[in-house]
């Protein structure tokens, strides 16, 4: 398991952007798989993005407003987060898997990260 803190959360209005960052400890982020999921309250879990040594997918709800980015000097990643919705709205989960590549169990997860966006 790498320890993974979150952070970048807030409250903000539909349209506007925020930047989420994900950093894990006595890991490189260029030997993992990391990604981003959110849980809505009384909803399960979903991804949103991921990345890896190959790049980047996206989920379709947020393909074309998210991107999903990491920075090797500071060894973070993070989710930029454009043209938000209300149904963004959500608990932000940075997770990660040892390989470097996006296969098999994310079994590495932050505490989460508040995101509200209102109309």
């Known amino acids: 398991q790498v320890p993974l803190v979150e952070s970048g959360g807030g409250v903000g209005q539909a349209g506007g952007s925020l930047t989420l960052s994900c950093e894990p400890s006595?890991?490189?982020?260029?030997?993992?798989?990391m990604a981003w999921f959110r849980q809505a309250p009384g909803k399960e879990r979903e991804g949103a993005a991921t990345?890896?040594?190959?790049?980047?997918e996206y989920q379709d709800y947020v393909k074309g407003r998210f991107t999903i980015s990491r920075d090797n000097a500071k060894n973070t990643v993070y989710l930029k987060m454009n043209n938000r919705k209300s149904e963004d709205t959500a608990v932000y989960y940075c997770?990660?898997?040892?390989?470097?590549?996006?296969?098999?169990?994310?079994?590495?997860w932050g505490r989460g990260t508040q995101v509200t966006v209102s109309s």
């Open positions: 006595g890991v490189a982020v260029s030997s993992l798989c």
């Open positions: 990345i890896d040594v190959i790049g980047t």
């Open positions: 997770a990660a898997q040892r390989g470097g590549f996006c296969q098999g169990r994310f079994d590495s």
